[in-house]
């Protein structure tokens, strides 16, 4: 059995998750729409490799803090169904069918928070999620954050404490599956590393490094 594991935004969707979210609080009334530029600013330190996950997940989990988790839990699956399963790559949807039919267990590691990344793992038919843990205390989101941050080298040391706990299963080989710069760890990390739409930079580095490239589209 092996393990395949998928970045989330701009790999198994052509949009991020977390502004499509930011956006859809807003539609609704239930974050301020001067969110939203708050949260294109630090997109564009992600891009640059400069941004503060910390800052970034303060922010972005501020309209959260002090709901009950079952309000949450129900904009959540609105959400997803609007704004998330529209815009899965018909590819990845592929891929992911070819790791499943293999045997193969099949997770989502992304720097987008769980409340939001597990339930995309349970919609997408996956094995799970891991996320950027967000702290949750008498069942209200408290707005702060908890635990190692799957962002940059993060994702492999959550990776690695994950497959430790993995008793029953022992995983021949690894496959990570991303689209950005930021997860170079991760796929250096993996005996197979397939980079999807990748920009220039990350292109070079895949040529180098003898990484399948592939274009996923809509």
């Not at 859809?24 to 490799?49: K, N, R």
């Not at 919609?123 to 940059?152: C, F, N, P, Q, W």
């Not at 994702?155 to 430790?164: E, N, P, Y």
């Amino acid at each position: 059995m092996d393990l395949a594991v998928f970045d989330l935004d701009e790999t198994l969707i052509c949009e991020d998750s977390t502004s499509l979210w930011l956006r859809w609080l807003v539609s609704q009334g239930f974050a301020p729409a001067e969110l939203i530029s708050a949260e294109q600013s630090l997109m564009t330190q992600y891009h640059a490799g400069t941004l503060s996950i910390e800052e970034y997940m303060n922010t972005t989990l501020a309209p959260l803090a002090g709901m009950a988790t079952m309000t949450v839990s129900g904009w959540v699956r609105r959400f997803i169904h609007r704004d998330i399963l529209p815009r899965v790559f018909p590819a990845a949807r592929e891929r992911i069918n070819w790791h499943q039919q293999r045997g193969d267990t099949v997770m989502i590691i992304t720097a987008s928070g769980e409340h939001l990344a597990v339930p995309i793992a349970e919609r997408l038919g996956v094995h799970g999620a891991l996320a950027i843990g967000v702290e949750i205390v008498d069942d209200r989101y408290s707005g702060l954050t908890y635990g190692t941050m799957t962002y940059k080298e993060g994702k492999v040391a959550r990776l690695s404490d994950w497959k430790a706990l993995q008793q029953e299963r022992r995983f021949e080989r690894t496959w990570a599956y991303s689209d950005s710069m930021n997860d170079l760890p991760l796929l250096a990390h993996a005996d197979h590393a397939w980079v999807i739409n990748p920009d220039q930079l990350l292109h070079q580095e895949a040529q180098q490094r003898g990484w399948e490239v592939c274009n996923w589209v809509r």
